[in-house]
């Protein structure tokens, strides 16, 4: 493996979703393309709705599992709240792909409801303080993409679609494609692929105006 | 991963964990019997083991607890075949015992021992520095930095084991556990699983008295030739750098130290040590003598750091050693490349270009509006409704409550904050048993079902036998839910999991022990479930409550594989009167309310239709999604 450019990325969401398949699918690619990628991953209770992130480094020379503050090139957050919950790990003007759907989690709901509020944490919210690092923010309505195609539960491959439109991933679009192929059920392959593509293009027209984005 | 990586007999590449890594190695090693109780981060050691099994010929098997695994992985190694088991730190606390006198015994077939510590406390009680285990019982240890190396050692350990006829720890972190990366795999050549007879390799296995003292003096012997032996060992490394300064590190502390080193700019000399115990004394006398100041990077207690001034002292070198000592690292929390930066940087007194501060402090504004979201009981978990009840029947009560491990854990964090003590597995039932000895309260206890048989049945047996007055409740949802659902010898028989051969009964058991009041519940019968418990609590004597459901994962899944629809529940938006009780006692991550109108509202794709908040609603306005509200039929 000759030297490779590096692109460090943190992933995270909520307890569920599916972030170490992601992670998964990412290593994958990498492998397959003989990219150097190594992970660091918390997953030490198997509690849903928790907070849950995995840093993921592709390429590059740095052998740590963590990528330090400041210095990861992306945040994919398959909940909004949590992009800015690991804040500190991205670069400014890192890139952010998110989803649009927040989650609430259940302290929030239970303090509002005690204190007879209703001003929840809104997506708008998140994305105003995720501005003061980085304008680079590609919103994703990964759910309706999911479902338009035809499987709710391929909002992580809508992401990995996503994700793929960046040039500087050192993993092509083909590769991320084989990486995503080698973690889905085979009967779920078409759904993921058509989940990937959605996503794909939904990053490419946000995110083609302010960084520099690969066809597919 | 994909466990295609883990069972590929031919040699090639994969994007692995180095828990399935060191899977991978010990396969290739040949390993025959393993067995394991689960803990975070070495779980997936025990899973990953679980799927290959019907690939090969090795006998798994889930143990009560760490004692019971390694003790079966000796028995194995006695018979002569190659054996393995991993444990959290807090594990070996409890298979301590039992390692100590193998040390003394030595074993047959390599016998290999994965100890995982946990700086950070990420899921422990302690950050327990699992290293000193090794010079304590004068056991050999090697320490990968990543999935490669854990592949590989897991493969020498097993040679060592049987050269020197000892167990060998193989000692991590979470950093290096739950770091996964390619490893390049190498063949897997097997031989096929045949017993043995005792006669042909038995040998006696004591140690007490004068043959435990003629033990010792052989196992010093045993620790200098090895010693000797990983003066050539290539998991120790130098990479040759520049002037008179060096680091020394292992395993993930070694890898923040070599990033930081780039980011500082500097090119010190970098003893890897992969052997940490016996150290190579000559090979780090060879390294230190050329420098002046050496920077020891390691979480934790500061082992090698002490290893290194004594070896100095001895040799007579005039070297400085930096590290927790002189107070540029510290002793506490989990490191990270900023903090291995600052301390080299501080160390060396070198200028930073770096401002990590800065970074944090911004991050730490910009995300005060967020709320917290620590771990809750899941969408239908059964302990969400035991602890709803509980907290019922104990109106008016001065109570104590001693929590122990598991899911139920988590009582002590918001929202509920209920917990007076959590000590370690099982320890809830012998604190109880002092504290009603001394106080006036009434004293409840908990245990989970897999901690039940892991750790609590000692504690019972004393119960009963002085006759303390306690109320223990026993929650029993088939599995050890927090590690990942694995099974454990309560679990039903019908679960279509690979398991042992016989479902103990907790309740036979209680009263086998002569345990006089017991009580059994189904957790998710909210409302009634409260008389019960006060009279558990009435009772004078050690009394069992014993609260049952299925944890919600397991049992979802279950449903799942058998095809039955998982039906969620919904709140008649237009009679709900919004006392909001299904979230502020409740907690459900499904259940938030509607910002119009403040309904409660359930998300369906959240909801696993437990519809224990459906009778806890006072106004009976929750029902499965498709069925009528009572309301509804009122109003018809």
């Known amino acids: 493996m000759s030297e490779q450019k590096s692109f460090d990325i943190v992933l995270t969401g909520v307890g569920g979703q599916g972030i170490v398949m992601l992670s998964n699918a990412l290593g994958n690619a990498c492998a397959n393309a003989d990219i150097r990628v190594l992970t660091g991953e918390l997953h030490g209770l198997s509690q849903r709705s928790g907070t849950v992130y995995i840093h993921l480094r592709m390429g590059g020379e740095s052998i740590s599992p963590l990528i330090p503050y400041g210095e990861a090139d992306a945040i994919l957050a398959m909940e909004p709240m949590e992009s800015l919950r690991y804040i500190e790990f991205l670069k400014d003007e890192g890139i952010i792909i998110l989803n649009k759907r927040v989650i609430n989690p259940p302290l929030e709901i239970a303090e509002l409801s005690k204190e007879k509020r209703t001003d929840f944490v809104t997506f708008e919210n998140i994305v105003e303080k995720l501005k003061v690092v980085t304008p680079n923010i590609a919103p994703i309505d990964a759910l309706a993409l999911a479902m338009e195609a035809g499987n709710p539960r391929t909002e992580n491959a809508v992401f990995i679609g996503a994700m793929s439109a960046l040039a500087n991933l050192p993993p092509s679009v083909e590769d991320m494609k084989i990486g995503l192929e080698t973690v889905v059920p085979k009967k779920a392959l078409e759904q993921n692929i058509k989940a990937f593509e959605l996503g794909y293009k939904t990053a490419y027209d946000g995110l083609c105006d302010l960084v520099q984005c690969r066809e597919l | ?636």
């Open chain 2, 1 to 636: 991963m994909t466990l295609d990586s883990v069972i590929n007999t031919e040699p090639g590449k994969g994007f692995v964990m180095c828990n399935e890594a060191m899977v991978r190695g010990a396969i290739e090693a040949d390993v025959k019997v393993v067995s394991f109780y689960p803990g975070a981060p070495t779980s997936e050691i025990l899973d990953t083991f679980n799927s290959a099994q019907k690939y090969f010929d090795y006998k798994f098997s889930v143990a009560t607890n760490e004692k019971v695994a390694l003790e079966t992985v000796a028995g194995a190694s006695m018979g002569g075949f190659r054996a393995l088991t991993a444990m959290k730190s807090v594990g070996l606390n409890v298979a301590s015992d039992a390692f100590f006198s193998l040390g003394y015994t030595g074993i047959k077939g390599g016998l290999v021992l994965v100890v995982a510590d946990d700086p950070h406390c990420h899921s422990s009680q302690s950050e327990e520095d699992g290293r000193l285990f090794g010079p304590n019982a004068y056991i050999p240890m090697l320490e990968p930095s990543n999935p490669a190396e854990s592949r590989e050692m897991v493969k020498a350990a097993f040679e060592i084991s049987e050269k020197y006829g000892t167990i060998v720890l193989i000692r991590t972190t979470t950093r290096v556990n739950h770091q996964s990366g390619i490893i390049t795999t190498g063949p897997i050549e097997r031989k096929p699983f045949e017993k043995s007879q005792w006669a042909e390799v038995g040998k006696p296995y004591f140690t007490v008295g004068e043959i435990a003292r003629q033990n010792k003096l052989n196992l010093l012997k045993k620790v200098k030739a090895m010693g000797e032996d990983f003066e050539s060992s290539t998991f120790n490394i130098v990479t040759p750098g520049e002037g008179d300064v060096g680091i020394v590190a292992s395993g993930v502390s070694y890898c923040y130290a070599v990033d930081a080193c780039k980011k500082l700019g500097i090119k010190p000399h970098i003893l890897k040590l992969g052997t940490t115990y016996p150290l190579p004394r000559k090979k780090i006398i060879e390294f230190l003598k050329p420098l002046k100041i050496v920077t020891a990077v390691e979480e934790l207690s500061p082992y090698l750091e002490h290893n290194l001034k004594t070896i100095a002292k001895d040799t007579g070198l005039e070297l400085t050693v930096f590290g927790k000592d002189s107070g540029h690292f510290s002793e506490a929390e989990e490191y990270n490349v900023p903090i291995v930066y600052k301390g080299i940087a501080s160390a060396l007194e070198l200028k930073t270009t770096k401002d990590y501060e800065s970074v944090l402090e911004r991050a730490a504004g910009l995300k005060s509006i967020l709320p917290e979201r620590i771990p809750v009981f899941c969408a239908g978990c059964p302990h969400r409704a035991t602890f709803w009840a509980l907290k019922q029947a104990i109106r008016g009560r001065k109570i104590v409550f001693n929590n122990d491990i598991g899911c139920y854990s988590m009582a002590f964090f918001p929202p509920l904050n209920f917990s007076d003590s959590m000590l370690a597995m099982g320890a809830s039932l012998g604190v109880s048993a002092g504290m009603s000895q001394v106080l006036k309260d009434d004293i409840i206890c908990m245990v989970g079902d897999s901690t039940f048989f892991h750790a609590a049945l000692p504690g019972l047996v004393n119960a009963v036998y002085h006759d303390r007055n306690i109320t223990l409740f026993v929650l029993d949802n088939e599995v050890t839910a927090m590690t990942g659902q694995q099974t454990h010898p309560g679990t039903p028989q019908d679960r279509g999991m690979p398991q042992g051969k016989k479902k103990i009964i907790i309740e036979d058991v209680c009263k086998g022990i002569g345990v006089e009041n017991i009580t059994i519940l189904d957790s998710y019968d909210v409302k009634n479930n409260v008389k019960p418990i006060k009279e558990a609590l009435d009772h004078k004597g050690p009394s069992v409550v014993i609260s049952r459901r299925s944890c919600a994962l397991h049992g979802d899944r279950i449903k799942r594989r058998n095809k039955i629809p998982i039906v969620p529940n919904e709140v008649d938006k237009n009679a709900c009167k919004k006392p909001h009780t299904c979230i502020r006692d409740f907690h459900c991550p499904a259940i938030t309310f509607d910002t119009d109108d403040r309904a409660s509202h359930i998300k369906s794709d959240i909801c696993d239709g437990c519809g224990v908040c459906a009778k806890i609603c006072p106004f009976g306005v929750i029902h499965p999604v498709g069925s009528e509200s009572k309301t509804e039929e009122v109003e018809k």
